[in-house]
């Protein structure tokens, strides 16, 4: 690297508001310490049967009540081990728009990641490549027997959730081809691990929800918020998705406080810097470590 970690990590942060504050969204900052808990493994607990925040939404959604672009740059808390890609605790951007579509949030995401990697991103339809592998087109027919065909390709059980085989099925035969490129992975499959994204108009089984891949690591996840309240917590529910937080979201929608209709988008930090400065390791860009 030409420059420090350091220094790196904040030219990074600091395109990043800036590119947003052009955009007319505002920061804000919610709490780290939560409400939400979907049980053992999942959250790292606190006193007061709270536990640290696994991620910024959806409590910095409800701020869309207060204006209509938000975002939020900020600590999470995952209680998992350690390694080259994975951190107990890492920093997240996270932002939410309101009344905007999907084609808008793909458009900001290139724009605000562009000028730290060192590819032009490309476009992979999820739903396109399961077309080719396995004859079910999802734009005009529901999953069917999908999950029991994938997990066979797969070598795996019919018992394995589906939400595990088709991330099993997208490591190993699609986020491969980010190596050396920056590949948005789009028109995910309905019944995967993103609960709150649209099922796209004019389609039967696919999201409005990607992912951003540089040189085989996840850097971006968006989506467009499902609109339809009961749709979002059945499927949220079906993934064990579904928590407090999305539920305190939620009435504030039924509410009318703020709209069904928004974005979302999350950048991982290090992992962006980790991109920018072509590797494949964030440990230099988590600063402080022996605290």
């Not at 209509?68 to 996270?94: K, S």
């Not at 724009?111 to 476009?123: E, S, W």
């Not at 077309?131 to 029991?148: C, K, N």
Request: proline share 7%; net charge negative; charged share 25%.
């Amino acid at each position: 690297m030409s420059t420090s970690p350091l220094a790196l990590k904040s030219n990074v942060l600091f395109s990043l508001r800036n590119a947003l504050r052009a955009e007319d969204f505002v920061e804000v900052i919610t709490p780290t310490v939560r409400k939400a808990d979907l049980g053992p493994g999942r959250r790292i607990p606190v006193d007061g049967g709270r536990s640290l925040r696994a991620m910024i939404g959806p409590a910095l959604r409800v701020n869309l009540e207060h204006h209509q672009r938000v975002f939020e740059i900020g600590p999470c808390y995952r209680p998992e081990n350690p390694d080259a890609l994975h951190a107990m605790e890492f920093t997240m951007l996270d932002l939410y728009a309101a009344h905007e579509d999907f084609d808008y949030l793909l458009r900001l995401a290139e724009q605000l990641v562009a000028p730290h990697i060192r590819y032009t991103p490309q476009r992979l339809s999820v739903a396109g490549h399961i077309r080719d592998r396995f004859g079910i087109d999802l734009t005009s027919e529901p999953l069917g027997d999908l999950p029991q065909q994938m997990a066979a390709h797969l070598n795996l059980s019919d018992q394995v959730p589906f939400k595990n085989v088709l991330g099993r099925f997208v490591e190993t035969e699609l986020e491969t081809r980010s190596q050396g490129a920056a590949l948005f992975l789009c028109d995910y499959p309905l019944g995967g691990d993103e609960p709150c994204a649209r099922i796209t108009p004019d389609t039967i089984a696919v999201l409005n929800r990607f992912e951003l891949l540089v040189d085989g690591i996840e850097v971006v996840h968006g989506y467009e918020d499902e609109p339809d309240g009961r749709a979002f917590s059945e499927r949220a529910r079906a993934v064990d998705l579904y928590d407090d937080e999305q539920a305190l979201a939620w009435e504030a929608i039924d509410a009318g406080r703020i709209p069904a209709a928004s974005v979302g988008l999350g950048i991982g930090i290090e992992r962006l810097c980790a991109a920018s400065a072509g590797l494949r390791d964030i440990t230099p860009f988590l600063q402080s470590p022996q605290f």
